[in-house]
């Protein structure tokens, strides 16, 4: 499984973003698509995630303003950022977990995103 990332650019604080990723390979063996990011300096961490049942989890620090949206028959998943703040500046990645596993996998070379104060 193999996923890509594209969307980043550079935002003012308040301003908004869309990522998109796409997923090929063994696309069937896919349930979980999640949006990750790591920020210089810190650990990466897990943004959010969208089940193939359409089950969504948000970190707290990003409800309300992100929304997770995926396409199981195109095999994407999409970040709508709203209300960005500079402390969401980081490069985001998007992984997939198969069934029954616990691994992600597919990580690419993730989209920057930097959002100026």
């Known amino acids: 499984v193999q996923l890509q990332a594209s969307g980043g650019g550079l935002v003012q604080a308040g301003g908004s973003l869309r990522l998109s990723c796409a997923a090929s390979?063994?696309?069937?063996?896919?349930?979980?698509m999640g949006w990750h990011r790591q920020a210089p300096g810190n650990q990466r961490e897990l943004v959010a995630s969208?089940?193939?049942?359409?089950?969504?989890f948000y970190d707290d620090s990003v409800k309300g303003r992100f929304t997770i949206s995926r396409d199981n028959a195109r095999n994407t998943v999409s970040l709508q950022m709203n209300s960005l703040k500079p402390e969401d500046t980081a490069v985001y990645y998007c992984?997939?977990?198969?069934?029954?596993?616990?691994?992600?996998?597919?990580w690419g070379q993730g989209t920057l995103v930097t959002v100026s104060s």
């Open positions: 969208s089940s193939r049942a359409g089950i969504s």
């Open positions: 992984a997939a977990r198969r069934f029954g596993r616990e691994e992600w996998i597919g």
């Open positions: 390979g063994n696309v069937f063996s896919i349930n979980i």
